[in-house]
Structures are given as C-alpha cells and as structure tokens.
C-alpha cells in the first residue's frame, strides 16, 4: 500500500511529512530544508521555478515570481483582498471568466488552484523522492477561517497536482493534532497560528482520543507580510527624508527593500538592532545612492503594535466563542514564523497569563499534524476521534435582502440542517435559493458560496408546496445541498455552482495541457 503524505500547504511556506513506524517524519527537500517557499515563476527564457529556486530569483524577475498566492484563492476578483493583492503585487492579477483573479505570468493566465498545484505537485515530489515510491493521496491543511469556495480551491489545487485529497484539515487543528499525539492528558489548549499572510486561532479541548474544536476565529489577510509592510514604508521615509528620493516607483528597489525588511524582522528576533544596507538602491546625477538604515526592537515593534493587537481582537472573539475564560487555557501552542517575534510571545502571554509551550516547532508542526491525520483515515486502529467546527456561519438570502442563518459559525461538522421552504406565488413551479456564508444580517454583505434553482414543483397554491432543503457541512468543512418535496417524497439533487470556482471540465482541461507542458519539457530536455 502507498503511503499517505500530509501537506501543510502555506502562504509563504509549506512543508510535507509522512507518519514512519508509527513516529512522524518532516521531509527535507533536494536542498535539505524542511520548508519549501509557496514560489511559482517563469523565467524570462520559460523556464518553470518552484520552491527555493523561484525564491532566488525573485529580485530580478518579480513581475513573474508568484508568492502569496494563497491569498487569492478561492475568492471572486472583485473583493477587497483581491483588489489589496493587485496593489500589493509586482505580478499581474486579472479577471477570469468565471470572475475569479488569475495570475498572468509568462504570457499565460494561471488559475489559483493551478498555481497551488504546482506547489502541492512540488511537496509530493519531495516525498516520493524520500519515500522512493509514488504518493497518491494526501491531507492537506488549510487556514481554519477559510469558507467553503476557498476550500473546494484548495481540493481542486491537489486533484490538478494528481493527489487522491483524503481530507482538508484546519491548520490550528492539525497542529492540536501533532501536539495531543501520544499524550494521554486532558487539556484545554489555544493554537495561536500568525504565519505570512493569514492568522487563525482556535481553542480545543482534549481528552483521551478525543480532540473537540470550541471555537475558532481568525483573519485570511493578516500576517507576518504585513509586517514587512510597515517595515517598508518606515525605511521609505527614512530614505526619502536623508536623501530626497522617493523609491516607490522602483519596482526592483521595492522588491530590494521587502527582502532586506523581512530579514531584518526576523533578525531583530534574536537581536536588540540591525542595520539595513542595500549599496546602490538608487542614483541621481550625482552618482549611485546607497540605503543604510538602523532599525531597533523598539521601533520595530512600535511600526507593528496595531497589526500585533489585531490578533489579540481575533483571540477575544474566539475565547467569547469557546465559552470559556482567557485563563481556563492551559497549554498555548504557538504555529508559524511569525510567532518567534519576542513581541507577539509576549501579547500571547499577557493575553492567556503563561508562556507559550515550547515543545513544537512552528513552522513543521502543521504537516506534522496533517500526517497523523492522514494514518489515522487510512489505517484500521483505533484512532484520534477529531470534532472540529465550520468557522463561519451559513444560510440562505431571503426577502428583502437578509441573510437567514441555518447552521451557526463554530457548530461541530460534519453537520446536517434542513429548512423548509415554499412559494410565494399561485402554481410557482421554481425558487431560486442563494447559499451565503458570513456573520453580517445583510445578505449581500455575506461570501455568496453559490446559488441554485428548484425546479419541478407542482402546481399548487402559493405557501402549499414544502419543499425541504438540507444543508450539509462535510468533515472537510465543505458545503453542498438537497433538496426533498415532502408531499411526493421525490429528491432533487443539486449543485451549487460555486462562483469563482472552476468546473470540472475547466480543472480537466488543466490537467490535459498540464500533462502537453511535461510532456513538452521532458522533450525539451532530452
Ligand atoms: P505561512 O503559514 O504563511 O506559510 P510561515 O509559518 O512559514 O507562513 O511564516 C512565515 C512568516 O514568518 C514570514 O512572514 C516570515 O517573515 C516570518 N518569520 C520567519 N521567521 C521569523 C523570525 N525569526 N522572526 C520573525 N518572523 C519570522
Ligand atoms: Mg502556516
């Protein structure tokens, strides 16, 4: 039998590990690092860059370097993340037919889910290469706080990348998961997980085999890449004030000054100062201009006090949530690179009242997790029993615009609710249901997972007809529909065309050209 991998696939980094006699095993990749950069470019002769070496390049080839790609996926064009991304982004987002953003590099328009299977088609070689053996399936973890469009994006990536997707784990759940592994305690536990672009946090009780989700909460556009950010603007300023030249125009400087302000982050993460140097950032007639900024803890911290307090918002809401106090947790596991930042430690601690758990390891403890979930689906013991919940709220557009909740965010899935629904007008022989996700009474205000028709129903006077629609929350956290007439018993199966999603055909088509490029490549090289 082949074995199962678990892929954390992340923002900024992923990482894939594999369960080996029993005992959890983080997968180096060629160059021997555990984490392999979410990276996809083109180089200007085509070339295709995952990993490491698309990361290396980026500097000079940044208008064809895809990063952060995670941010898009699974989300319409026209939402603000979207619009934040395009201007964030040295590469081109466009719109694509099915109104979601596509990343133009190359001279080619490359869907998210696209874009994420090259990554996930990346971690699946690095663990053959290991294993020596193909992989076939898979878990793959994602953000707590993704909605439905966002996960179903997510499977596509790996059926696109040629993996049998076992199960969507929430990230905060598998790093409970690869915590609780081997322990027989009983806990209540926080994972407080600030990677590069996204913050979740959840709060879990555990107990003997059992891992129940109580609540989680979190944030898909907040992360270590906004403090990059701040850090950007402060030595634009500082550069501009000591030499009278505004580098915000200079695409190759930008990319400089990102790669110098998140070294310096994480080096003021073991240290009190550093110095940022970039010779020859920019010239003017009097010749080339050098940048050489010092920058300190304290002022660094005071750049990113605001985005550090935000998650401390997000962790209120959850700890609210969960029903519990701040205090009534007693292990807090901090996940992602962003945590080694002294400061965030110390507004996790003030917030819980204790230190972090030490035990973990931020950055791998995700795919860690992801594998022993992915033993645990495939072998016959008795396993882990895992209740985790939907993080956001789902219900249906009803007259007047509002939003008619049917299953409550941080309620256990899988889970199963049906509504009654009928006609308003004499022999109404259709209704159009709209399926929402979101926490707002305003229906448009609410992540539209997709709508549908009923059709069929039999003449009859308006309000008779009771058509029972039942929503479905899987163990993945992935939405679908039915539809029953009770008076004749007879079922309408439904889809709901999720909008922003790609069809099966469309993911089809993608892997038929995909096989043509390797194909071609193959080729080219022999
Ligand atoms: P993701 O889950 O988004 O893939 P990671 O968990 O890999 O992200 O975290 C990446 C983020 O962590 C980046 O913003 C990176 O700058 C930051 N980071 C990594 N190491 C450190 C450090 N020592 N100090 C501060 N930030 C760090
Ligand atoms: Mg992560």
Request: charged content about 25%.
């Amino acid at each position: 039998m082949s074995r199962v991998i678990g892929i954390d696939l992340g923002t900024t980094n992923s990482c894939v590990a594999v369960l080996e006699n029993g005992q959890p095993t983080v997968i180096p990749n060629a160059g021997g690092y555990k984490t392999t950069p979410s990276m996809f470019a083109i180089t200007p002769d085509g070339k295709r860059l995952v990993g490491h070496l698309a990361k290396r390049q980026a500097i000079t080839n940044s208008k064809h370097t895809i990063f952060a790609s995670k941010r898009l996926i699974g989300r319409r064009f026209d939402a603000p993340e979207v619009q934040r991304s395009i201007d964030l982004c040295p590469y081109d987002i466009v719109r694509g037919p099915n109104d979601d953003p596509r990343i133009e590099i190359g001279g080619k328009a490359f869907t998210c889910p696209e874009i994420g299977a090259t990554i996930l088609r990346e971690m699946k070689r690095v663990a053959e290469e290991y294993l020596g053996e193909p992989v076939q399936e898979a878990v793959i973890t994602v953000p707590a706080y993704f909605n439905d469009t966002q996960r179903q994006s997510t499977k596509d990536a790996g059926k696109i990348a040629g993996l049998d997707v076992l199960r969507i784990v929430n990230e905060p759940t598998a790093a409970a998961i690869a915590y609780g592994f081997n322990k027989q305690s009983e806990e209540r536990i926080a994972v407080f997980d600030l990677g590069g672009g996204t913050f979740d946090i959840s709060i879990l009780e555990m107990s003997d085999g059992v891992i129940e989700v109580l609540a989680t909460a979190g944030d898909t556009f907040l992360g270590g890449e906004d403090f990059d950010r701040r850090i950007v603007q402060y030595l634009l300023d500082q550069f501009q004030q000591q030499e009278s030249i505004d580098l915000r125009g200079d695409a190759m400087a930008l990319q400089r000054l990102k790669d110098a302000a998140e070294k310096a982050k994480c080096d003021l993460s073991g240290r009190e100062q550093v110095e940022v140097n970039l010779p020859f950032i920019a010239s003017d007639p009097d010749g080339p201009r050098h940048l050489s900024i010092q920058l300190d803890r304290q002022t660094l911290e005071s750049l990113v006090s605001e985005v550090v307090n935000a998650t401390l918002k997000t962790a209120e809401q959850c700890v609210r949530d969960s029903g519990l106090e701040a205090g009534d947790v007693e292990q807090v596991i901090l996940v992602g690179g962003q945590t080694r930042m002294p400061l965030v430690q110390q507004a996790v601690a003030d917030f819980f009242g204790k230190r972090a758990h030490k035990g973990v390891n931020p950055d791998e403890v995700v795919a860690v997790g992801a594998a022993i979930q992915a033993e645990s689906l495939t072998s016959e013991e008795d396993s882990v029993l895992l209740l985790d919940v939907t993080p956001l709220s789902l219900g249906i557009a009803t007259f007047g615009g509002h939003f008619a909740q049917l299953i409550e965010r941080n309620t256990t899935v899988p889970v199963r609710k049906g509504h009654i629904f009928t006609t308003t007008r004499e022999n109404q022989s259709a209704v159009k249901i709209r399926v929402l996700q979101g926490e707002s009474d305003v229906a448009a205000e609410n992540d539209l997972l997709g709508e549908f028709v009923l059709t069929g129903i039999r003449p009859a006077n308006k309000g008779e007809p009771e058509i029972d629609v039942s929503f479905d929350i899987d163990a993945n956290g992935i939405v679908s529909v039915s539809a029953r007439d009770l008076a004749t018993g007879k079922e309408q199966s439904i889809t709901v065309n999720a909008t922003g999603t790609l069809s099966d055909e469309e993911i089809q088509q993608i892997i038929e050209d995909q096989e043509l490029y390797e194909v071609a490549l193959k080729e080219g090289v022999e």
